[in-house]
């Protein structure tokens, strides 16, 4: 009898720790989604700095398998480059990038102002689109003969309007410069976030392991190492792929003779990094742009975006990333929908690289579960 209560006892208290734990977990896991919630656009630029610093990490790696020289030195080489790449771009096609952005940006301006007044005039409400804001030009009288009558005098503004316009201009200006801040400082948190892991690789590798607990820690040592292959093979193919999604695109639009042809080429291979939806705003600039120059070199410039997408889909990403990841199309552009319309261009962006993640950690997983079968 002593026994049996006993056992009750002893069963009611390991059922009341289960709950405990249980709750603990739920509520520590639902604490965790808020966080990342809440701090998501800073968690994306960490994780951003940490893809930086795997690129970094990656090319040091394949320098070190040409030349034998100490981590530090190659990393300083690396970056030596990089810099010295960029210097050059900026400092050869500087002008002329400045010169075919701004002629890029009235040409899809005035653009989307025709494409809007096409629509219009078929009966296609536009507004909700807000493609382009013409401005409407009242009627001449030209035709009549009759001259316009001259515009009544204005008044001066008063005090009050003054200052509202006053305070108007100021604010706009200090949205842009915040925004402006914003986007250099955010530039410069990435950059010293990949050189601080670049440098210090197994530091932050360690730091991480020492934090999971101790009997899953060499299980959790093989995902680290796997993910970390994974982004580096995943992360070299991208650049490749984004440099030839650069140089075709530029070549190809000087053949055909579109304007602004540099500067579309570098936007084609900068949104190259963000599979599907980037060959589809690259494209829809493309044509855009394109439409300036007449139908032949319209259809030329849609010609060769399909081209360019057919090579990137179906040459350069099997060829170069058939290691690196295999993610269903369907599952990956679900997945960037759904990022970004919750974190905005950043999740969008670092869609594939958090899918990539995943990915390794299901395939773990699956093959331990599959071996402990086997083993069974």
């Known amino acids: 009898m002593t026994e049996s209560s006993d056992d009750r006892r002893q069963a009611r208290g390991d059922l009341a720790w289960a709950i405990a734990v249980g709750g603990i977990g739920v509520v520590s896991f639902a604490a965790l989604l808020v966080f990342a919630w809440s701090f998501a656009t800073t968690l994306l630029l960490i994780f951003a700095g940490m893809l930086l610093g795997t690129a970094l990490t990656a090319m040091t790696r394949r320098l070190g398998q040409l030349v034998r ?13 990089l810099a010295v790449l960029l210097s050059g771009v900026v400092f050869l096609g500087g002008a002329t990038i400045a010169d075919q952005a701004t002629v890029l940006s009235n040409t899809i301006k005035s653009q989307l102002v025709t494409v809007k007044a096409f629509l219009d005039k078929n009966g296609i409400d536009t507004s909700y689109f807000e493609l382009g804001n013409a401005t409407a030009t009242p009627p001449s009288d030209s035709a009549s003969g009759a001259t316009p009558a001259p515009a009544p005098p204005r008044n001066l503004p008063s005090a009050s309007t003054l200052a509202s316009s ?33 440098a210090q690789p197994a530091v932050y590798r360690n730091g991480l392991l020492f934090m999971t607990p101790a009997k899953q820690r060499a299980r959790a040592t093989v995902i680290f190492d796997r993910i970390g292959e994974t982004l ?31 500067i579309l080429g570098i936007q084609a291979g900068l949104l190259a990094f963000i599979p599907t939806v980037g060959a589809l705003i690259a494209g829809l600039i493309v044509v855009l742009a394109s ?55 950043w999740g969008l962006a670092l869609a594939l690289p958090l899918m990539a993640i995943v990915k390794v950690i299901i395939d773990y997983f699956k093959l331990d579960e599959s071996s402990g079968a086997a083993a069974a």
């Not at 100490?70 to 030596?80: A, D, G, N, S, T």
Request: net charge positive; with cysteine.
């Open 291 to 345: 439409l300036a120059s007449g139908w032949i070199a319209t259809l030329s410039a849609f010609l060769l975006f399909l081209g360019v997408h057919a090579m990137e889909s179906f040459v350069l990403t099997p060829l170069l990333q058939r290691q690196a990841l295999d993610i269903p199309p369907a599952t990956l552009f679900a997945f960037q929908v759904l990022l970004g319309i919750m974190f905005g261009i």
């Open 166 to 198: 006053g305070g108007a201009i100021v604010s706009r200006t200090l949205k842009l410069l915040l925004g402006t801040v914003a986007a250099v400082g955010n530039f410069f948190i990435v950059v010293f976030l990949g050189l601080a892991f670049a």
């Open 232 to 262: 580096e093979r995943w992360l070299i193919a991208q650049m490749l792929t984004m440099i030839a999604v650069f140089a075709v695109t530029w070549i190809g639009l000087s053949i055909i003779g579109i304007p602004s042809s540099f």
């Open 69 to 81: 020289l100490p981590q530090p030195v190659r990393l300083l080489i690396v970056c030596l480059t």
